[in-house]
């Protein structure tokens, strides 16, 4: 199972991306869906979580006010709006999917993606 993960690019700082997700070949409208991110030396960290429903979300600290996520079941798929992009935010980020429910742990997720990569400038 492969979750396709797109949206990434360069763009400076205090700029808007959309980054979306979408699974191929298998649906999961019953999942709960996050979104972390990995930068260069750095271990993989948490960005926000998603329940099945969409009425639960986390967000970690860092991002918290800034960067919002949703999903479209019908569509299947997942965002991660950023706002007020920060050089700090430059990243790898990866989409994950969860049968336990939304997760700020990385262990519990089953399927990841391939990562986008996105990278603010000064």
């Known amino acids: 199972v492969q979750l396709q993960a797109s949206g990434g690019g360069l763009v400076q700082a205090g700029a808007s991306l959309r980054l979306s997700c979408a699974p191929a070949g298998r649906t999961f409208s019953r999942y709960g869906m996050g979104w972390f991110r990995q930068a260069p030396g750095k271990d993989r960290e948490f960005v926000a979580d998603i329940n099945w429903s969409g009425v639960s979300k986390h967000y970690a600290d860092s991002v918290k006010g800034r960067f919002t996520i949703s999903r479209d079941n019908a569509k299947n798929t997942v965002y991660l709006q950023m706002n007020g992009l920060k050089p700090e935010d430059t990243a790898v980020y990866y989409c994950?999917?969860?049968?336990?429910?939304?997760?700020?742990?990385?262990?519990?997720?089953?399927?990841w993606g391939q990562g986008t990569l996105v990278t603010v400038s000064n």
């Open positions: 994950a999917a969860t049968p336990v429910g939304a997760s700020e742990n990385l262990r519990d997720y089953k399927y």
